[in-house]
Each structure stands twice: as C-alpha cells, then as structure tokens.
C-alpha cells in the first residue's frame, strides 16, 4: 500500500532560520503529494499540493518539489517567522487508493523568537 | 466558504461506555472522513463515506462505527472507550474535484 516517510519528529530553530523537512513516499501509482500545516487548536490545513511529477508547489514562502527520481517531496522556506510554529504533514493520494488520502506522522516546527 | 463544525470539542466518557462524535460541513462535499491524531503517529483513517448513507472501513475502524444519514453530517461511535483510545479525532470533507480536504478543529476524547 501507499506510505508516506518523515524522519524528523521535531525541529527547532531560530527565526530568519532555512527550514527543510524531510518527506518520501511510497506508492505504486501516479500520486498528487500534499503539504499539510496545523496551528495548535486547529485542524489541519492545506499548505500546498503537487499532481504533476518534477513540478514545485509554492504557497506563503513555503516551496516543495515533487521529484519522481528520489520519491520525495521535501518542504523547504527561505527564512522562518515564530508564527511559521505548527506541524507539518505531508501526505499523498494516488489512483490506486481511490478516495484515501495517507499521512506522515506529522513534523513539529518550533521557531524561537 | 464553508466550514467543518465538530461536537463535542471535548468528550469525556468512562471506560466501557458508548461515545459519539458528531460532525456537520455546509461545503456541500460528497466525500468526508474521520481521522485519529495520535502524538508521534500522524492521522490514521478510521472511516470515510463517498455519499449519504455510504460507510468505507479505514485502517483503524476496529472498535469504532459511523453513519452518513445526511449528505453534510457525518457521525463516529467508539462502541466501547478505552483508556488507549485517548486521542484527537480529526472530521473532514473533500472537495469534489482536486483531493483538497477540509478539516475541522477536532474533538478531544478522554476516558476516565
């Protein structure tokens, strides 16, 4: 079945600081890859999606390149605010799935003022 | 633009007994989902529904039963809390063209 892989359980920074996360996934099909953002006291919200292989999606300052090669869709930004503070999923649905989107476990950002 | 309303936000129950979340979207979405946050293990599905009257097993439908009477309510039952069920339970909707979900602000579950 579909997988999706974030290593990095929590990453604390400074703010002005680059943000990477790292995401790979797993699927036997064509997937649309999503970014997936959730301020405490929310539910999640999208941040920004990709349908087409080797094409960026870029929302807020936020960047993610959806690369076939690696299967990986890491989500990058410049320099990061405290309000930038939240967890981040990425996430993916593909053909074979049907209706069921599959999530990573979620990477908590802290960005210390 | 609409919005997913879920009750309660918190729902305190005993261990053994019967508890229900509801939820409601006015996106007029077909699709809508329910969600398990778990700290460390992401969100797992618990079930789905692709229209009124419809229900679709998740990865985590064990313990739990839903129902889509209407097209903009979607309810989950745990039929028997346990302590381990502790957890942040995620409603959301789709757009019917796209995959984009919406979620609402989610429901706490305790059981004392």
């Known amino acids: 079945g579909d997988s999706v892989t974030q290593k990095q359980g929590q990453v604390t920074l400074s703010e002005d600081d680059f943000l990477f996360i790292n995401c790979t996934y797993s699927t036997t099909t064509y997937p649309t890859l999503f970014w997936y953002v959730q301020y405490p006291g929310q539910g999640p919200q999208l941040l920004l999606k990709?349908?087409?292989?080797?094409n960026k999606g870029i929302s807020r300052g936020f960047e993610a390149t959806y690369d076939k090669g690696t299967t990986s869709f890491h989500l990058q930004k410049a320099s990061v605010q405290e309000s930038d503070s939240a967890v981040y999923f990425c996430?993916?649905?593909?053909?074979?799935?049907?209706?069921?989107?599959?999530f990573g476990i979620g990477t908590r950002v802290l960005v210390r003022p | 633009g609409g919005i997913i309303t879920q009750t309660p936000k918190f729902l305190i129950g005993q261990e053994g007994q019967k508890l229900t979340l509801k939820c409601q979207q006015n996106?007029?979405?077909?699709?809508m989902y329910w969600y398990r946050q778990d700290s460390g293990k992401g969100l797992r599905l618990i079930y789905y529904s692709i229209t009124e009257n419809d229900l679709q097993k998740g990865d985590l439908s064990e313990g739990y039963d839903a129902s889509r009477e209407k097209k903009s309510s979607f309810s989950l039952t745990v039929t028997s809390a346990q302590k381990n069920e502790m957890a942040v339970f995620l409603c959301?909707?789709?757009?019917?063209?796209?995959?984009?979900?919406?979620f609402g602000e989610g429901s706490r579950l305790i059981v004392v």
């Open positions: 996430a993916l649905v593909s053909n074979s799935a049907g209706n069921k989107l599959t």
């Open positions: 996106f007029n979405h077909d699709t």
């Open positions: 990709v349908t087409t292989a080797n």
């Open positions: 959301a909707s789709r757009t019917d063209s796209g995959n984009t979900l919406y």
